[in-house]
């Protein structure tokens, strides 16, 4: 039998051994492309799950730890691995609810309902990937059942570890990279840290790992933070609080949520049936908390001093790049969307993730209710985009993710929600622009689902970055820092020339029906350069297609080209 404590301290266990090698499962990635990379989602997945779990008592129960991990992760989820990631640690929390300790049979169980939940939850499953090393290992473990926990955990390990070198048989791409696959090798360094606590052998310390920096080109993110433009007279409620609300007898936390709002800002207020998680900025921490008590007990206090923080901020002096960083660790998106009752006059809402203030502007600009900050490099987390969905005051909320590694979080974001929820499956920010294009306030909502993504779909993406890593790609050799040119996610050509890739990838691109191409600059493209080169797209395509710009401000992408 194992304890909650055990339990508790073997997923904190795991994710720290994560979090320690989060830098190597990055390595894996086998497209050059910067992106939000595996090792880092997952760590930050589970390590929203550790920060709740260490405030757990030695007497928890294995049902009370699974719970919480299971609650926290499918919050902080990021990225489609740290969601199938939370989605198997759900499977442990359905499996142990109401047990007090579990034994090797229970962990089995915990683990076969992980992966059915994590298959369920992508449409079209791809082998050789973190669903086939846990979905190996649980039937490893099943046929262990009967053995003790470290035994069960040694053979469930020894089949994952087998599927994981198995992978490039399976995706012909790990195996030109000569890698394993990011996600796998992930799952088995938490489940890794988490056999260290069931062997006896403790908690895997946390090892001091670096801040991983913002990946961008050198001149990604200048002028973005403005501390030296600020005061800190300017700061009017002044501490960052959060609590836990245990709630009692069904309480409803809508009023609170009124309370909070009324009296302070940055409200955010995340509940399942039992708990709601209340953040707010307030000028008198002590009047939130009296007035939350009235609907339960309360746990997990935090109560920061934004002008102490403010203050030692600018008096380190921190650079761009460890700002930048914090940035990722920690994106700003549940704090920027304060709780909105629905209004049972307005039929429809919109979210949509974008970076850049440009595209902010525009996804607004079409009808977007909120944007959530977030992209290719920063994968917003479930909390985040659950937090915009709550702000909208609609009766149904149309999701933009507007990214492939954007979409279950979304998803996820979907179920937690108190109104209505439709996620788009938009791949792309042009995909996004042109379903908001075709929305129809007089359709319904499934019809207009259904329109506004046949629409999206027949928009050609562009894409103009670089190289984030050497790689060999469809048998070009692909060095650092080169300049690549994508068309609807393949590459398909790179070079030294911005400009000149970026009016090539737009021509290959314009088919005999095309009308409209669209040139969106990013944060590193001059205005001038900007123009010379949308001028340069025009006179290469042609004047039977209309060309037009649009300063996006994006990082990560020089371009991005839409082509109608």
Known sequence: MITGKTLRDAILSGANNIANQRVRVDELNVFPVPDGDTGTNMSMTIGAAGRELENLPDSCTVAEASKVAASAMLRGARGNSGVITSLLFRGFSKALAGKQTAEAAD????????VDAAYKAVMKPTEGTILTVTRLAAEAAVKSSAAEVP??????????QTALEDTPNLLPVLKKAGVVDAGGQGILYVFEGMRSVFEGRGIVPAAEVTAKPKVSSDAAGKGVFTDDLMKVEDIKNGYCTQFLVHKEGGASITRLRAFLESNGDSVVVIEDDDVANCHVHTSDPGKMLTEAIKYGYLTNFKI????????????????LEKQAAAEQAAPEGAESFAYAAVDPERDY????????????SVFTDLGVDAVVSGGQTMNPAT??????IQSVPAKTVLVLPNNKNIIMAAEQAQKLADRTVLVLPTRTVPQGMTAMLNFDPDCAAEENAVNM??????????????????????????????????ENGKIVATGTDIAKLTYRLARSMKKKDSQFITVISGCDVSDEDAERTTQLVQSKCGNSVEVSHIKGGQPVYYYMISVE
């Open 383 to 388: 909390e985040d985009i659950l937090a915009a």
């Open 349 to 360: 809402g919109f979210v949509a993730v974008a970076a850049g203030e440009g595209l902010k």
């Open 151 to 160: 035994a069960l955990w040694a053979e469930m390990m020894a089949a994952a």
């Open 107 to 114: 962990l089995a169980q915990a683990l076969q309902m992980g």
């Open 304 to 319: 920061e001093n934004m002008h102490e923080q403010f203050l030692a901020r600018q008096k380190q002096g921190k650079g």
């Open 453 to 486: 993504m046949a629409a999206a779909e027949k928009v050609g993406t562009g894409l103009v970055t670089y190289a984030a890593r050497d790689s060999e790609f469809d048998g070009k050799t692909i060095r650092q820092g080169e300049i690549m040119a994508l």
